[in-house]
């Protein structure tokens, strides 16, 4: 789904025993500077958004310490949909469950299906792919259609054993329309009648790949989410925002027409998405670089290197929010009024993220466009044991201000 995605190696990873809280819980957040910028203004124009779709990166069952993350610490009345990440696939069309250990001798399906318990109008589905993902198996099933037909009742099978709602395909990134387009009608066809889910994580820049026909996608898919994240790589020199909702004052116009959530989000619905069918991605982490100068700390600075990884999600050049709010309790917080979104310094660390703030912008942003509502990359890396901040801080404001 993003570069957070790193699933051998959470798989082969040792579980702590610890206790959540064993760790002392550290002060607030650091200070705040606002920068005003020339910004975005728009009418305010509510629409039906209601739907807070998370992604659940399930090997966080493996992580340490404060990082480590269970079926059983997801608040249910927090979520609309919850998508069990990752299922792979195999060259034939059936389900590759990629941990057996933990999705299903530790019952990680069932644990996850079994918050319907708690809220009877809760959604629970399976994405299959990911980032790390092969395509080679969904060309294969995409092309063939008994092999499509095989994945349609392997997945069925699977909604039945672990009481699911329905599939989510990441496939990062179909290369053909008409292959997609037959993958998605074939398995909506099979699941109409049971009234399965069928939704899909996309590119928030489409005209970068040739996979998608959106106005077909629209009339099958139920929910298409948006990835409007990982807009710059952590490796150009200077410092970049992860996921601003606009583009900067400072920025190209090539930039403003690409590079932020607002511009994915237009592209999806003037290319004939059903806004209602449409999500907005919120990332629960940041992408974060080592600065050449302390002193030289705004926004496209020069950058050596991308951060060190973090304890919990153990990637370069990105740290989940959990992450830099515990780590980072010293650093000034900057907002960007300009492209509604933080960043972070403190010495020569440096990151772009999203906290409460820019997670309630993005919501207002969906009820202004009339979307669906959001989904969240991913829930697990929120401030979920509330170790500095309000417990699960950044999933409760988009809540709050859904409800506005």
Not at 20 to 47: D, W
Request: net charge negative; proline share 4%.
């Amino acid at each position: 789904m993003t570069v957070d995605l790193n699933i051998e190696y959470y798989k082969n990873s040792s579980t702590f025993g610890q206790s959540h809280r064993s760790q002392p819980v550290p002060k607030m957040f650091p200070r705040v500077i606002t920068i005003c910028l020339l910004g975005a203004l728009t009418e305010q124009v509510f629409g039906a958004s209601d739907k807070v779709i998370c992604y659940y990166a399930s090997w966080a069952v493996t992580r340490p310490g404060n990082g480590k993350f269970v079926p059983e610490d997801i608040n249910p009345n927090l979520c609309t949909h919850i998508n069990y990440a990752f299922a792979g696939l195999n060259s034939n069309g059936t389900l590759q469950i990629l941990d057996e250990e933990n999705d299903v001798n530790q019952g990680g399906f069932k644990r996850v299906s079994a918050l319907k318990e708690a809220n009877p109008n809760l959604k629970v589905l399976l994405s299959v792919g990911g980032a790390t993902a092969s395509t080679d198996a969904f060309t294969s099933i995409g092309s063939d259609p008994e092999k499509q037909q095989v994945l349609a009742q392997n997945a069925i099978d699977f909604f039945e054993t672990y009481n699911f709602d329905g599939l989510d395909v990441d496939w990062e990134y179909p290369y053909g329309k008409e292959t997609f387009n037959a993958l998605l009608s074939g398995l909506k066809s099979a699941f109409e009648p049971g009234g399965y889910l069928l939704t899909v994580a996309v590119n928030s820049i489409p005209g970068e790949v040739g996979g998608y026909d959106i106005p077909t996608m629209s009339s099958v898919l139920d929910i298409i989410n948006v990835m409007t994240y990982d807009f710059h790589a952590q490796y150009t020199g200077q410092t970049f925002e992860n996921s601003p909702l606009y583009g900067g004052v400072n920025e190209s116009d090539w930039q403003h027409e690409n590079r932020n959530c607002d511009a994915a989000i237009r592209y999806w619905i003037d290319g004939g998405a059903d806004p209602q069918k449409v999500t907005i991605g919120i990332a629960f982490y940041g992408h974060g670089y080592t600065l050449q100068d302390a002193s030289k700390h705004g926004l496209g600075d020069t950058a050596v290197a991308p951060n060190d990884p973090g304890p919990y999600t153990d990637n370069l050049g990105s740290l989940g929010y959990n992450e830099i709010c515990e780590l980072h309790t010293d650093g000034t917080v900057v907002f960007l009024d300009d492209m509604k979104v933080p960043y972070l310094y403190d010495d020569t660390f440096w990151i772009g993220y999203d906290n409460e703030a820019s997670a309630a912008a993005k919501v207002q942003y969906a009820k202004e466009k009339n979307l669906a509502g959001v989904f969240i990359w991913s829930i697990e890396t929120d401030d979920m044991h509330g170790f500095c901040g309000e417990e699960n801080g950044l999933l409760k404001a988009i809540n709050n201000e859904m409800k506005k």
